[in-house]
């Protein structure tokens, strides 16, 4: 079972509030990845990270920033939230080119 | 042309049938494959892994891989309606081993009718 978290679950904000989604691994995994996926809809890549100090955009236009200090941490941050980024944010790691891992998600709604 | 291609469904079984879901990839050096399922809300599990030509069995879930034809497949035997979900597959994509991403393809939505 693959050892990854993200918090919170669930989030309901209103808009032009300034938003992390923290994602955490204790696997000692060098790459991770954030993805926004709406119901029903494909996986959307919207920012990676290859190990620390090392990030880049997605296939996906995201306005949301992302950081890597620390090989187990990946929090992504909006700074001012509207309705159209209300989605399902996953968050997943992989050691090198081993299968890739995913937390439980964490489902946004901005009002 | 998508560098991973899954046909979308939905694919109807019956209870008890055998599910095949395909997928094609573009980049002819891949050597990783990977079948995700998805439900509903849910975010993707890994259910299967491949590397080599051939099949793959685990349980009544079998992966085949052909690498001359770009193409990868997942068959699930005596099909449970448990297993309805959405299935990806998932293509490590690039020479370069340190620069590899996996790419996923759009899935495939799987119902099993009781």
């Known amino acids: 079972e693959a050892d990854i978290y993200q918090t919170p679950r669930y989030l309901v904000i209103g808009t032009g509030k300034k938003i992390t989604l923290e994602c955490s691994q204790t696997?000692?995994?060098?790459?991770m990845y954030w993805y926004q996926q709406d119901p029903g809809m494909e996986l959307h890549l919207i920012h990676y990270?290859?190990?620390?100090?090392?990030?880049e955009k997605g296939d996906l236009s995201s306005e949301s920033t992302v950081s890597r200090i620390r090989t187990e941490h990946f929090p992504l941050t909006l700074e001012s939230a509207r309705p159209s980024h209300t989605s399902q944010y996953l968050c997943?790691?992989?050691?090198?080119?081993?299968?890739?891992?995913f937390g439980d998600g964490t489902r946004l709604s901005i009002l | 042309q998508k560098e991973v291609e899954q046909n979308s469904g939905p694919l109807s079984v019956p209870e008890g049938a055998i599910a095949s879901l395909n997928c094609t990839y573009s980049?002819?050096?891949?050597?990783?494959f990977f079948w995700y399922r998805q439900y509903s809300g849910k975010s993707p599990e890994l259910i299967m892994s491949i590397y080599s030509n051939g099949d793959k069995e685990d349980g009544r879930f079998t992966a085949q891989l052909n690498k001359a034809s770009q193409y990868v497949s997942l068959l699930i035997r005596d099909s449970q309606p448990s297993d309805s979900a959405t299935y990806l597959c998932?293509?490590?994509?690039?020479?370069?081993?340190?620069?590899?991403?996996?790419?996923f393809g759009q899935g495939t939505r799987l119902t099993i009718n009781p």
């Open positions: 980049d002819r050096v891949s050597q990783s």
């Open positions: 696997m000692g995994h060098d790459k």
């Open positions: 998932a293509v490590n994509i690039g020479r370069s081993q340190g620069a590899q991403k996996l790419v």
């Open positions: 997943a790691s992989r050691l090198g080119n081993q299968p890739q891992h």
């Open positions: 990270s290859y190990g620390v100090n090392s990030t």
